[in-house]
């Protein structure tokens, strides 16, 4: 049975705390490659049409505007003031809208649309609803209890009457972005926010009837301490979001430019850090949120606890979902797509995008096909992230493979960490222990034939799996 206990043991987490892929999917986006364009893009969604059961969809929105720089973040962003931009966005996104919707028949009900950012919010409330207006005119929509409407906010930058708005949009879902409480550590991270601020829009999601809040959180910043995070633990488990997720904080100044705006000596120790998850960890299991894996928690009754539960939990770009079996549509500069078995990539940068759709293109900048050994791989990958073990008949079963030949090699990787008490093998199934939970991203790797030094693969800097 899954287990969503988790074990600390600062000494194992120290040791292997290394650099590896989060495992948003597998492969990873380093791997895609530019001989994936809209010619293939346009193959592999009429292949998916002829499906005899016809895969739902998932469609993603990429809003990359932001106000203001956050010194930690690592996402696809533009920082403006500009509203005017937000409108020019909007125009090319509603014909990325329609050009991406002729690839795909009417009966495919879409399951969940999620926005994010940048800034979903940089737009307002009433363009907000529009995009939701317009996905529907090219859509079908499935009925609204079985349809998930999420969408990211910087509560700094929302009205409690916003809410409303996106409440009568259709929204039923909202992640708050609030990182950490501590003024000096919001000084430091140029993101200052507060309190009540926060927690009015929490309040207004409930009223107007959002099923679920997420708040996430970030440990690593600089400046933070044990008492403060303390204190930021004490205000949001006080509010109880439904989820919430603990992020780590990824130090990448050498590839994220606003990140050298961030004194290194202002960072937590190691060790530091560690005691900082460690807090996070045993104060949500004492309010009773469920280890949900990776960084996310959830309270028992939340639809991510229910579809751990119950096996439904799937792994992608949005994090972790209730919407397994369905294709995802990325919309918007740097969105990914994942239809069929294939991946692909619109332009990270925004003019690149802006170009494709002023002509007419599919903007898709690159991509892949996935081979048999990726979706096996990849199938491996997904329920170790999702449920922290592999029912090996089942998978044998599913792609019709001698596990135990087939993975000879990432078998002898797990050893070692099989001796440190991170992993249980047996005949018919390999399980992440309580103390193994949170190294999950440390398992996987073991079935990345990306990472083996043999392998033929883009060279790639990863964020720290701690």
């Known amino acids: 049975m899954v287990t969503s206990s988790v074990l600390f043991d600062p000494e194992l987490l120290r040791r292997y705390d290394r650099p590896g892929p989060r495992y948003t999917s597998y492969p990873t986006a380093p791997q895609f490659r530019p001989d994936f364009g809209e010619a293939q893009l346009r193959e592999v969604a009429a292949l998916t049409n002829g499906d005899p059961i016809p895969r739902p969809l998932s469609i993603y929105a990429h809003i990359p505007f932001c106000a203001s720089p956050c010194f930690y973040c690592g996402c696809n962003r533009v920082i403006t003031r500009d509203k005017a931009r937000g409108e020019a966005y909007l125009i090319r996104l509603y014909r990325e809208i329609g050009m991406m919707s ?3 028949d009417r009966d495919r009900d879409v399951v969940q ?17 529009e995009v939701v207006d317009v996905v529907r005119r090219h859509f079908s929509f499935a009925p609204e209890h079985k349809r998930e409407c999420s969408i990211e906010l910087d509560p700094r930058f929302v009205e409690p009457d916003d809410i409303r708005v996106l409440a009568e949009a259709g929204f ?5 972005g609030v990182q950490d409480f501590d003024p000096l550590v919001q000084e430091a991270v140029n993101r200052v926010q507060g309190v009540e601020q926060t927690l009015a829009i929490i309040d207004a999601c409930r009223e107007h009837g959002l099923r679920s809040v997420n708040v996430d959180l970030i440990y690593g910043l600089p400046r933070q301490t044990l008492d403060g995070f303390d204190r930021t633990l004490d205000i949001t488990l006080k509010a109880r979001p439904d989820r919430l997720a603990i992020y780590s904080y990824a130090h990448l100044p ?21 005691a900082l998850l460690q807090r996070a960890i045993e104060r949500l299991g004492e309010a009773g949120y469920v280890y949900i894996g990776m960084d996310h928690f959830a309270l028992p009754g939340d639809d991510l606890a229910r579809a751990q539960a119950s096996g439904d939990l799937h792994r992608n770009f949005m994090g972790y979902t209730t919407c397994a079996d369905s294709d995802l549509i990325g919309l918007g ?8 078995a294939s991946f692909s990539q619109n332009p990270r940068d925004l003019p690149g995008w802006e170009r494709a759709i002023d002509e007419g293109r599919l903007p898709v900048w690159r991509g892949m096909h996935l081979d048999t050994d990726d979706l096996v791989r990849a199938d491996v990958i997904q329920e170790l992230m999702c449920h922290g073990e592999i029912d090996i008949p089942r998978l ?13 090699a990432a078998l002898e990787q797990l050893r070692p960490l099989q001796q440190d008490g991170l992993v249980e093998l047996s005949e018919s199934t390999i399980r992440a222990t309580t103390r193994g939970r949170l190294l999950l991203r440390v398992l996987a790797a073991c079935f990345d034939r990306y990472l083996s030094p043999q392998a033929d693969a883009v060279p790639v800097q990863f964020s720290r799996t701690v």
């Open 102 to 104: 002729k690839l795909f």
């Open 113 to 129: 649309l999620h926005f994010g950012g940048g800034t979903p919010n940089f737009l307002s409330a009433g363009q907000i609803a």
């Open 172 to 176: 039923n879902r909202a992640s708050l």
């Open 254 to 274: 050498q590839l994220f430019r606003p990140q050298q705006r961030i004194r290194a000596e202002d960072l937590p120790s190691p060790q530091a850090k560690l």
């Open 333 to 340: 500069v740097s969105a990914i797509s994942h239809i069929g």
């Open 396 to 408: 044998e079963r599913r792609h019709v493979v001698n596990f135990r030949e087939y993975f000879a």
